[in-house]
Nanobody, 120 residues
Framework: VQLVESGGGSVQAGGSRRLSCTPSGSIYNDNCMGWIRQAPGMEREAVAAIYTGLGRPLYADSVLGRFTISKDNARKMVWLQMNSLKPEDTAMYYC???????????????WGQGTQVTVS
């Protein structure tokens, strides 16, 4: 299982950043794909999820209205568009997957190495 993230970097508060995730071939179809983040000294937080089949995306309250998760089933890729970024969004962001439909608690079984997003 491999999930490769890209798109992290430094951005000023109020700015935007788009993260990309490319899962390995065996991970995508019939999976809940999502993004989790972890800041230093903080617990890991699932921020967005989307099922590769039919279904509405899910978001943590902390990012609702600012982040958008999207997918391309033909390319088997997932993105996280982050707008109106705040310093508290600073974290390592991980692409994640679970072989199930997405549930409200956004549990994932696999995640990548992460990409750092720093908002100042």
């Amino acid at each position: 299982v491999q999930l490769v993230e890209s798109g992290g970097g430094s951005v000023q508060a109020g700015g935007s950043r788009r993260l990309s995730c490319t899962p390995s071939g065996s991970i995508y179809n019939d999976n809940c794909m999502g993004w989790i983040r972890q800041a230093p000294g903080m617990e890991r937080e699932a921020v967005a999820a989307i099922y590769t089949g039919l279904g509405r995306p899910l978001y943590a309250d902390s990012v609702l209205g600012r982040f958008t998760i999207s997918k391309d089933n033909a390319r088997k890729m997932v993105w996280l568009q982050m707008n109106s970024l705040k310093p508290e969004d600073t974290a390592m962001y991980y692409c994640a997957a679970a072989a199930a439909t997405c549930r409200s608690h956004m549990h994932f079984d696999h995640w990548g190495q992460g990409t750092q997003v720093t908002v100042s």
